[in-house]
Antibody, heavy 121, light 106 residues
Framework: QVQLQESGPGLVKPSQTLSLTCTVSGGSSSSDGFYWNWIRQHPGKGPEWIGYIFNSGGTRYNPSLKSRVTISLDTSKNQFSLKLTSVTAADTAVYFC?????????????WGQGTLVTVSS | DIQMTQSPSSLSASVGDRVTITCQASHDINNNLNWYQQKPGKAPKVLIYDASNLETGVPSRFSGSGSGTVFTFTISSLQPEDFATYYCQQYNDLLTFGQGTRLEIK
């Protein structure tokens, strides 16, 4: 059973870069039929998709965040990462990593537990 | 961008009730819609994919229907563990979630 676990700083200063890593266990990040996502959720709001990366390295990002986001994949470590630059208080949220599956349908079948990132000086 | 609008935003119901949630897309998304359940402090969990397909292991009291721009999600007989927030999510053009429907105990 695949499991995902987010890691990274819980506090980031305004204007700095938010960096998170998601470790994949119980499966391979290089398997076909999957894509690897970052999703965030502000308190009391619906989830907001940030972007994804395929095992080929191809990426797609939410247009509202595209200028500040980079998602990368390290298949040797079975990890994928998020970098969000020039953060403000509006980037304070719970950040989830999630696996997207495309073999049957197209949906998020596995999620990390989420990690709260606060942007504050 | 495709916007997803859920209604109602909150709903009070009792154990055994039948409840229905609606999700409307701003553009035609075919049947490219999923439904998730989220409990406080937890990640969302998929219940329905491709508008009407029940994810493996999900109880049959959950169902979904619709195509194009209007979709419905139904719980046929509410159980105590069903009180949670429900989200629709489209994947026809990038990925967008609805704002959620909070299902509370009456």
């Amino acid at each position: 059973q695949v499991q995902l676990q987010e890691s990274g700083p819980g506090l980031v200063k305004p204007s700095q870069t938010l960096s998170l890593t998601c470790t994949v266990s119980g499966g391979s990040s290089s398997s076909d039929g999957f894509y690897w996502n970052w999703i965030r959720q502000h308190p009391g709001k619906g989830p907001e998709w940030i972007g994804y990366i395929f095992n080929s390295g191809g990426t797609r990002y939410n247009p509202s965040l595209k200028s500040r986001v980079t998602i990368s994949l390290d298949t040797s470590k079975n990890q994928f990462s998020l970098k969000l630059t020039s953060v403000t208080a509006a980037d304070t949220a719970v950040y989830f990593c999630a696996r997207g599956v495309t073999t049957i349908g197209d949906y998020f079948d596995t999620w990390g537990q989420g990690t709260l990132v606060t942007v504050s000086s | 961008d495709i916007q997803m609008t859920q209604s109602p935003s909150s709903l009070s119901a009792s154990v055994g009730d039948r409840v229905t949630i609606t999700c409307q897309a701003s553009h035609d998304i075919n049947n490219n819609l999923n439904w998730y359940q989220q409990k406080p402090g937890k990640a969302p969990k998929v219940l329905i994919y491709d508008a009407s397909n029940l994810e493996t292991g999900v109880p049959s009291r959950f169902s979904g229907s619709g195509s194009g721009t209007v979709f419905t999600f139904t719980i046929s007989s509410l159980q105590p563990e069903d009180f949670a927030t429900y989200y629709c999510q489209q994947y026809n053009d990038l990925l967008t979630f609805g704002q959620g429907t909070r299902l509370e105990i009456k």
